[in-house]
């Protein structure tokens, strides 16, 4: 089993930046592709960007492309997510996840492409 970590939420103002890192133990992470996902009160989870288990594959929901970047350190078994120009409505508990295989190259930005998931931290963006 894979055990994940977030850490790196909090408030910060409109046009603000955070980096959110997922750390993870039990398995190397690179034996996994890292997923971010988010859930805003209310809404169902979504999913935010994904990396492949080398970095070379980096899909990106339209909503973050071009503010978000997500990275991966399988030395320090971690993944970030850097978060720049951030909104309200970027306001929600951001989750990281787990996948491997086929099934996440066939859907990585559905949650069901993974198996192992993170307790979430709390991203407020303030307006």
């Known amino acids: 089993h894979v055990q994940l970590v977030e850490s790196g939420g909090g408030l910060v103002q409109a046009g603000g930046s955070l980096r959110l890192s997922c750390a993870a133990s039990g398995r190397p992470f690179s034996d996994y592709a890292g997923g971010w996902f988010r859930q805003a009160p209310g809404k169902e989870r979504e999913f935010v960007a994904a990396?492949?288990?080398?970095?070379?594959?980096?899909p990106y929901a339209d909503y973050v492309k071009g503010r978000f970047t997500i990275t991966r350190d399988n030395a320090e078994n971690t993944v970030y997510l850097q978060m720049n120009s951030l909104q309200p409505e970027d306001t929600a508990v951001y989750y990281c996840?787990?996948?491997?295989?086929?099934?996440?190259?066939?859907?990585?930005?559905?949650?069901?492409?993974?198996?192992?998931w993170g307790q979430g931290t709390q991203v407020t963006v303030s307006s």
């Open positions: 990396v492949s288990w080398n970095g070379g594959i980096t």
């Open positions: 996840a787990a996948g491997r295989g086929s099934r996440w190259y066939a859907n990585a930005n559905f949650p069901h492409a993974y198996s192992y």
